[in-house]
């Protein structure tokens, strides 16, 4: 009879410890400290910033899969003030606190929870600044698969997509839903940003389909996972 209670209150002391200020700050030390060693290569990210310095605003679009290997680059663009959109769930409380302490803004919610305000939150912050960037299969997936958030942020905000990609020579796969990426220690890691997509304003449904499939497909090459590149 007490096995279930204590369960619970087990599970929530190590909610509280984990989502607590020191193990947050601990923990994007460490990461700090572990992306450093990466030898890290940057590739097209000129002509993106130059159309944000122009006056336009960029979405920097990615996997979930490879988000890891860009939080150590990503502190560059604090200065920008750059919005992310991150889900209400326990990974979702541990992002966002490494996110903050990146330099960037965190709105909380998904499409299971939350996504409606966030996204509205995501959209005025992505007008104010000019950057911001989204994991366009969310937070459970399905792998490979470009949720609509994306392409209702870019629409919405008047805002160029930008896809990135990071590749690593040495690199751990998870057996996660995404086959969660992480470099191995001293890995040559690679940020390649692809080409500013600008969209049109979409007129129906069947408009945004065609966005979304578009940027579904310029995306699906660089996902490393065995039932897409199989299929």
């Known amino acids: 009879m007490l096995k279930k209670p204590f369960k619970i209150l087990l599970k929530k002391w190590k909610f509280r410890i984990i989502v607590s200020k020191p193990f ?72 966002a606190g490494i996110a903050n302490r990146t330099g960037w803004y965190t709105m909380r919610g998904s499409s299971s929870r939350g996504g409606r305000e966030a996204l509205g939150d995501m959209i005025i912050k992505l007008k104010e600044t000019g950057l911001a960037a989204h994991i366009v299969d969310g ?25 990135f990609y990071t590749s690593a020579d ?19 890691v690679t940020i390649r940003f692809g080409d500013i997509i600008p969209w049109k304003a979409m007129k129906n449904e069947a408009e945004f389909e065609i966005q979304r499939n578009t940027l579904e497909n310029i995306m699906l090459p660089s996902i490393h996972l065995p039932q897409i590149e199989n299929s």
Not at 171 to 186: C, E, H
């Open 170 to 188: 040495r690199a751990w796969y998870f057996g996660s839903w995404d086959r969660f990426m992480l470099p191995k220690p001293f890995a040559r």
């Open 24 to 95: 947050l700050g601990f923990l994007y030390h460490f990461i700090r400290i572990y992306s450093s060693t990466f030898r890290l290569t940057i590739e097209n990210e000129d002509a993106w910033r130059m159309h944000i310095r122009q006056g336009g605003k960029v979405l920097l679009c990615a996997w979930h899969q490879q988000f890891f290997s860009v939080i150590r680059h990503f502190k560059e663009y604090v200065h920008l003030r750059p919005g992310l959109m991150i889900s209400r769930s326990l990974d979702g409380e541990v992002i």
């Open 139 to 163: 937070p459970t997936g399905p792998a490979g698969i470009v949720k609509a958030g994306a392409v209702q942020l870019a629409n919405a905000a008047g805002a160029a997509i930008v896809p």
